[in-house]
């Protein structure tokens, strides 16, 4: 199942976000392993795979978001292969849930090491957590390409510009303003206080 999963993600990412999934996925299993966290590595791979599949150009029309694609992907892949629904589905929060920051870790392992994998590849949340051995392994196998915070932030701008609705509360929507300087970050006070019945209108 993981070479299948592999295979599949590898052919529709190209080697840059696939290189990216596979560091999460070490860090996550890394960090699972050090605080002896019950997950199934099998699992968390897969959803380290998956979490950014929705980047992928077959969802370049999509209004959903992107982290829901993905773990729409994931979801249709477990059943396939005949895990068990419990299972699919707890794949399929982890990778809807990664980028919403406060809630993966009260959720179940799976998901706190989804987001965790993700984080320390992205912004090095975590990075003196792990030894200085581990952080050199992982990157001698997987390493960092130079320009690789400019080049995700891209990435993820070239398949969200289209949907930037869907970046509202997240760290997502930091991304669109930097690239796109009349995005508008939502308002929620400003909700509040337009609504209906704040205006009696």
């Known amino acids: 199942m993981a070479r299948d999963a592999a295979r599949l993600v590898r052919d529709a990412e190209g080697d840059f976000l696939f290189q990216h999934s596979t560091r999460v996925y070490y860090w996550g ?4 392993k050090r605080r002896a966290l019950n997950f199934d ?5 897969v959803a380290a795979m998956f979490h950014d599949y929705g980047l992928t150009a077959a969802y370049g029309q999509s209004h959903l978001r992107y982290e829901v694609d993905g773990a ?3 979801r249709d892949f477990l059943r396939s292969h005949g895990v068990a629904e419990a299972d699919a589905q707890g794949v399929w929060l982890a990778i809807a849930l990664h980028t919403t920051n406060g809630i ?8 706190t090491l989804v987001a965790e994998g993700a984080n320390m590849d992205l912004v090095g949340a975590g990075y003196g957590d792990f030894t200085t051995a581990e952080r050199n392994a992982v990157e001698a196998a997987h390493p960092h390409p130079p320009g690789f915070a400019e080049d995700f932030m891209q990435a993820l701008y070239d398949s969200l510009k ?6 509202q ?5 930091d991304v669109l303003a930097y690239k796109d300087p009349h995005f ?3 308002d929620f006070s ?6 209906h019945w704040a205006t009696g209108k």
């Open 72 to 74: 729409n992907a994931a």
């Open 41 to 45: 590595p099998e699992l968390l791979y």
């Open 184 to 186: 508008v970050r939502r």
């Open 29 to 32: 299993a890394l960090a699972g």
């Open 162 to 167: 289209h949907r930037p609705e869907t970046t």
């Open 104 to 111: 993966s870790a009260h959720l179940s392992p799976l998901a």
């Open 190 to 195: 400003r909700l509040m206080r337009d609504s």
């Open 169 to 173: 509360g997240t760290g997502l929507a």
